[in-house]
């Protein structure tokens, strides 16, 4: 049984820098992908960025490109989302995800497995 478990989020100024985790059990990951989710209230939840679990070959939303950092350490099967130059529009409940393809997508219909989630506030 795969699980995915969030860690890291917090209250954080705008202009912070926060890491996030999701720490990965239940199988090997190889050839899956990785993602990063987010959803605000009110708001349908969207795709921030994924990573090929192989490869490591990234993708990110527009938003927080050239911001964020997602990576992994196979040793310890945790995915990471390194947030920087946050702001107030970065508030949302964070997702870790994962899908048993190699190829990565903005959809979250297309992943299988999610974590439960942790929030990130940014204050002004």
């Known amino acids: 049984q795969v699980q995915l478990v969030e860690s890291g989020g917090g209250l954080v100024q705008a202009g912070g820098s926060l890491r996030l985790s999701c720490a990965a059990s239940?199988?090997?990951?190889?050839?899956?992908?990785m993602g990063w989710f987010r959803q605000a209230p009110g708001k349908e939840r969207e795709f921030v960025a994924s990573?090929?679990?192989?490869?490591?070959?990234?993708n990110y939303a527009d938003s927080v490109k050239g911001r964020f950092t997602i990576s992994r350490n196979n040793a310890k099967n945790t995915v990471y989302l390194q947030m920087n130059s946050l702001n107030l529009e970065d508030t949302a409940v964070y997702y870790c995800?994962?899908?048993?393809?190699?190829?990565?997508?903005?959809?979250?219909?297309?992943?299988?497995?999610w974590g439960q989630g942790t929030q990130v506030t940014v204050s002004s």
């Open positions: 239940g199988r090997t990951f190889g050839g899956y992908v």
């Open positions: 990573i090929n679990w192989s490869t490591a070959f990234t």
């Open positions: 995800a994962s899908r048993p393809y190699s190829s990565g997508t903005y959809d979250p219909k297309d992943y299988r497995y």
